[in-house]
């Protein structure tokens, strides 16, 4: 990845350039998506996407609450209004038969979660726009087709700690419509078309030439190492099959995990991570407050406790583990040997 840094500083040409360009192409392609534009963030992307399908004010966008809180935040600055619906007690995606109870004559998009890398159902209502929230999808499939591909436009992160990264802070916006990849390099650039024209009102959300030819280099890799994560998940899954306790991820049928995170379902989540963390394992939970929890919803109708009871019950009991694809096999054999030593404490 140096090399490319290198060639990039060498070149004088570290914004608005080829790297960018074919990094978008690339990544692309590789989905099955018609276009994609690099972003500065996998929050600027959520952004930009909402702002492409023009939702504002008096706008609703129906969103799962487990989930990392820029899939909210995003709505708040656009000046939408966030509606959470509660996920699925297998897979831990937004529940359709949530979603459909929730849409109403205000509804604008439905901004799904491929959360861990498992994918969302797609068994949604038809007619409103979808955003892929594949942040921590990449990778992932769904009926034959890539996350970023599967909806109207989808956001992916390049945060280092993501499937893929680009050596600083990164996203990417895909579409599958003809008639949002035409506007979509003007929305990353401060709404300009032709050079001068400005036909949206946006900002600056454009990726550095460096940042996207290390992306570039990540995205050549992404396949391998995307099998790795699989061999190693099913080696995980495989170890604590018969345990008492900690219960193995499912995955959706007709689907590919991405396995951005290998998470165990645990009652006595607590527990285990201490017990791990005294084997020098890490683990964590991940979205241990839900998102309409959070004090700065405390004005949102659905703060209360217990609005959104699976999501409610389930997310402080979610641990995940490392699965990256970098792991000896050794490590993998030490983790094994303590998830399948952990006991959970006796009830009294």
Wanted: net charge negative.
């Amino acid at each position: 990845m140096h090399q490319a840094a290198y060639r990039v500083l060498e070149s004088g040409r570290w914004v608005k350039g080829p790297e960018a360009t074919a990094f978008g192409g690339e990544f692309a392609h590789h989905c099955g998506a018609v276009a994609a534009v690099p972003c500065a963030s996998g929050s600027a992307s959520l952004i930009a996407a909402l702002r492409l399908l023009n939702i504002g004010p008096g706008d609703e966008v129906i969103v799962p609450s487990l989930t990392f809180f820029a899939s909210v935040s995003c709505i708040e600055l656009v000046g939408a209004t966030p509606v959470f619906v509660d996920i699925e007690e297998e897979y831990w995606c937004l529940d359709p038969k949530a979603v459909s109870a929730a849409v109403s004559s205000n509804t604008k998009a439905i901004l799904g979660v491929h959360l861990f890398g498992q994918p969302f159902s797609l068994d949604l209502p038809t007619g409103i726009p979808m955003i892929e929230d594949a942040a921590q999808a990449h990778g992932a499939m769904l009926d034959g087709r890539l996350a970023g591909s599967l909806g109207d436009v989808a956001c992916f992160s390049f945060f280092p700690s993501k499937n893929m990264a680009v050596g600083g802070e990164g996203g990417m916006i895909t579409t599958t419509r003809m008639d949002l990849a035409e506007r979509l390099q003007s929305w990353v650039d401060h709404g300009r078309v032709g050079g001068s024209r400005i036909e949206a009102l946006t900002s600056n959300l454009r990726m550095s030439e460096i940042l996207a030819a290390m992306g570039r280099v990540q995205l050549s890799r992404l396949d391998e190492w995307q099998i790795r994560r699989q061999e190693i998940a099913a080696l995980h899954s495989a170890a604590i099959a018969h345990h008492q306790s900690l219960h193995a991820p499912r995955v959706r049928p007709r689907a590919v995990h991405g396995w951005h995170q290998y998470t165990i379902r645990c009652e006595y989540s607590q527990e285990l991570i201490q017990h791990l963390e005294s084997k020098e394992i890490d683990a964590r939970i991940h979205y241990m407050i839900p998102c309409h929890r959070q004090p700065v919803m405390s004005d949102h109708p659905q703060y209360s406790e217990g609005s959104l009871p699976v999501t409610e019950r389930l997310c402080g009991q979610l641990v995940s583990i490392p699965v990256h694809p970098f792991l000896s096999e050794e490590e993998i054999l030490r983790i094994h040997a303590a998830l399948i030593e952990f006991t959970p404490p006796q009830k009294t």
